[in-house]
């Protein structure tokens, strides 16, 4: 019998030796360079889409861009 440690260890090489993901790059994912499918891109897009309201920006659009700039400790010099 396997120890638990020993078997988590391996978990993620044996994963990737299922033939499921002989098609996937791993050495591209490693690097961020394997395209993200269309799938998953055009299913986020949807789900921003729809709920677009509830994204509010954190900072006010009309707060100065200069001021974000600034310490704070250089307000009161």
Do not use: G, Y
């Amino acid at each position: 019998l396997m120890k638990t440690q020993d078997l988590e260890a391996k978990v993620p090489i044996l994963s990737k030796c299922h033939p499921w993901f002989d098609v996937v790059d791993w050495e591209r994912v490693a690097d961020c360079s394997f395209p993200v499918p269309h799938e998953i891109t055009s299913r986020i897009t949807q789900h921003l889409e729809s709920h677009s309201e509830d994204c509010t920006p954190v900072v006010s659009l009309a707060q100065d861009v200069e001021d974000l700039n600034i310490p704070e400790w250089l307000d009161d010099w």
